[in-house]
């Protein structure tokens, strides 16, 4: 039974792998013997998959579809408003929760891995070891001496250790805040945030060595992504924003309030309604151009979607903003809509630049994107 298991494993694996490929991802020779090796059900036996009504179904190794759910090229969920005792429930049905712990999309790991640019001897810290999948990949193509990996939830990072242990494979994997990152095995030659951050925590550039590269994605809910950066050894780093979207849980230390908590506790605001040329689409949707551009002008901004094309902007200072159907209703300390209106005017301006055209300074003095060149006239504070 087990040889039938790992036989069909086997088999979904190679076709998880050929779908990467199929869709142009970049699997170099050694990432793609990764991904073709590491059994990645060893670090899924169970996942939640949610369900239309937005409630979580829990799948074990012992549901006939088990194995097919975690070979797909898919975020896994496995775990629920950090509470372990959310899995018992969900044997008993369907629960509600938020994710807080997962194993990344294959797609978006294949990117990230490639973007790292690693070479043989390098060191590795990832942040977030989740379930330890990322982790057994990195071993796989540079040693498990080489890979450090840290988890803020104890339970997680026990739990990777466990399975990839099971693989193989003895890493440092620790439960640790990943923000300080760990000093103990520093300098790295490269760090992976697979968790979004919304600064950059210094102690990554300081245990990085000079020339390495820190790759991680953004805690923006507009403007989000993944972003490269080369420390300079002097707590400086200057990188770029990838053209890739990349969007993921945010490290414990930089969560921030629920969009749905402040539009409940805006609901009654009133405000004269207005026409608007600028559409929530155009404004909300990660495939838009504008979207990043968005994010610069609007930092820290919600957004929920509603029933009947009600779509809320919202900010923790009260600013708000109410779309539908080609109007607006905005108050509070700043006009939101009016704000994104002119992000719009001016990214048009700008000749519609894409993500990519976007770089990134970091220090302690601040943090800033800039378009085009670091000594831009165009510049927009991180946080």
């Known amino acids: ?20 490929v199929d869709e142009g991802l970049p699997l170099d020779p050694g990432w793609r013997a990764a991904f073709e090796a590491v059994p990645r059900h060893v670090f899924l036996p169970w996942l939640f998959e949610q369900l239309d009504n937005g409630s979580w179904k829990l799948i074990t190794d012992s549901d006939p579809e088990w194995l097919r759910s975690v070979y797909r090229n898919r975020v896994a969920v496995t775990q629920l408003d950090g509470d372990e005792s959310r899995r018992e429930s969900a044997l008993a049905g ?25 070479c043989t001897g390098n060191s590795v810290l990832e942040i977030g070891a989740g379930t330890g999948y990322n982790a057994a ?22 739990r990777a250790a466990e399975h990839l242990a099971a693989c193989g494979f003895h890493p440092t994997c620790i439960a640790a805040d990943g923000a300080r990152g760990y000093p103990v095995n520093a300098p790295y030659d490269r760090v992976l945030g697979t968790c979004s ?9 300081e245990q990085t060595a000079p020339g390495g590269h820190i790759v991680t994605t953004l805690n923006r809910q507009l403007g989000a992504g993944l972003v490269k950066l080369t420390p300079d050894g002097e707590r400086r780093a200057t990188g770029r924003v990838l053209a890739e979207d990349g969007r993921f849980m945010p490290l414990r230390a930089h969560r921030g309030p ?9 609901r009654g605001a009133q ?81 519609r630049p894409p993500r990519e055209r976007f770089g990134l300074t970091v220090s302690p003095a601040g943090q800033e994107f800039w378009l085009d060149r670091p000594d831009s006239p165009h510049r927009w504070p991180l946080d």
């Open 1 to 20: 039974m087990r040889a039938d298991l790992e036989r069909e494993a086997r088999r979904l694996r190679g076709g998880m792998v050929d779908e990467l």
């Open 94 to 118: 369907p629960v509600h929760g938020t994710p807080t712990c997962s194993s990344s999309e294959p797609a978006i790991m294949a990117i990230m891995l490639a973007a790292l640019d690693v």
């Open 137 to 158: 990949l990195m071993c796989h193509r540079l040693g498990e001496h080489r890979v450090t990996t840290v988890d803020v939830d104890p339970a997680n990072a026990a």
């Open 197 to 205: 951050v919304s600064t950059i925590p210094l102690a990554w550039l």
């Open 258 to 266: 629920k969009a749905s908590d402040l539009v409940d506790r805006l």
């Open 271 to 351: 405000a004269r309604q207005r026409p608007t040329d600028l559409s929530a689409t155009r404004l909300l949707r990660p495939a838009e151009r504008f979207e990043f551009f968005a994010g610069l002008s609007l930092p820290h901004v919600m957004a929920w979607s509603g029933a009947h094309g009600e779509t809320w902007l919202a900010h923790p200072d009260g600013s708000w903003a109410r779309y539908s159907h080609h109007s607006v209703r905005q108050g509070g300390p700043r006009q939101l809509w009016s704000i994104a209106e002119g992000a719009h005017e001016e990214w048009l301006a700008l000749e």
